[in-house]
């Protein structure tokens, strides 16, 4: 079982910046990719960019490529996002997420765990 809790989400003006985390807890969450979705109301639940904890390999969506950095400290079972460059089309639910499939192939799910959701919201 693993546990993930969001942190860092609110809001910012376009071309800010905001860091998210998320705290991962249960002592296999280490075997899983770990990474983010985003959703907005009515919208189906968008990849964003995830991680292996055992290669550091990355994956990211083309939209947010060059503006998103995706990492994790191992020892602090933390992932973080770092979110550059924002603008107003980026508001949504920021969900962490893990799952088996490796970083290339996350997008296509299953997700295993989900986070509860933190909002970001970017001004124009």
């Known amino acids: 079982q693993v546990q993930l809790v969001e942190s860092g989400g609110g809001l910012v003006q376009a071309g800010g910046s905001l860091r998210l985390s998320c705290a991962a807890s249960?002592?296999?969450?280490?075997?899983?990719?770990m990474g983010w979705f985003r959703q907005a109301p009515g919208n189906e639940r968008e990849f964003v960019a995830a991680?292996?904890?055992?290669?550091?390999?990355?994956a990211y969506a083309d939209s947010v490529k060059g503006r998103f950095t995706i990492s994790g400290d191992i020892a602090k079972k933390t992932l973080y996002l770092q979110m550059n460059s924002l603008n107003p089309e980026d508001t949504d639910v920021y969900y962490c997420?893990?799952?088996?499939?490796?970083?290339?192939?996350?997008?296509?799910?299953?997700?295993?765990?989900w986070g509860q959701g933190t909002q970001v919201t970017v001004s124009s």
């Open positions: 997420a893990a799952g088996r499939a490796p970083p290339g192939d996350f997008y296509r799910g299953p997700v295993a765990y």
């Open positions: 249960g002592r296999a969450f280490s075997r899983y990719t």
């Open positions: 991680i292996s904890w055992i290669d550091g390999s990355t």
